[in-house]
Nanobody
């Protein structure tokens, strides 16, 4: 199995940028897709972005397209979520997730999760 640890969250003003990181350990030699999800208070966890093992396939929620970029560096066992032009509605706890299969946009299909990192965007 793989263990995930997110970092990079914080408080930022609207229009600002943050880069989240997801460090993986454990069974990282096997191919796994990586996804980012978020959950705001009182709301369900929602898909943000996902990337395949090779990085060749990515997907984004409509709400973040053109503003967020997902990437990964398998040599460093780390995934990234670059978030630009942040909005107050992006405020949430952001979770990194992994699955030993192809890219998927549903949180229920991911088996491994990090503890989450808080992102707060002030207006």
């Amino acid at each position: 199995q793989v263990q995930l640890v997110e970092s990079g969250g914080g408080l930022v003003q609207a229009g600002g940028s943050l880069r989240l990181s997801c460090a993986a350990s454990g069974r990282t030699s096997s191919s796994y897709a990586m996804g980012w999800f978020r959950q705001a208070p009182g709301k369900e966890r929602e898909f943000v972005a996902a990337v395949s093992w090779s990085g060749g396939r990515t997907g984004y929620a409509d709400s973040v397209k053109g503003r967020f970029t997902i990437s990964r560096d398998n040599a460093k066992n780390t995934g990234y979520l670059q978030m630009n032009s942040l909005k107050p509605e992006d405020t949430a706890v952001y979770y990194c997730a992994a699955r030993y299969s192809s890219v998927d946009f549903s949180y229920s299909r991911y088996d491994y999760w990090g503890q989450g990192t808080q992102v707060t965007v002030s207006s």
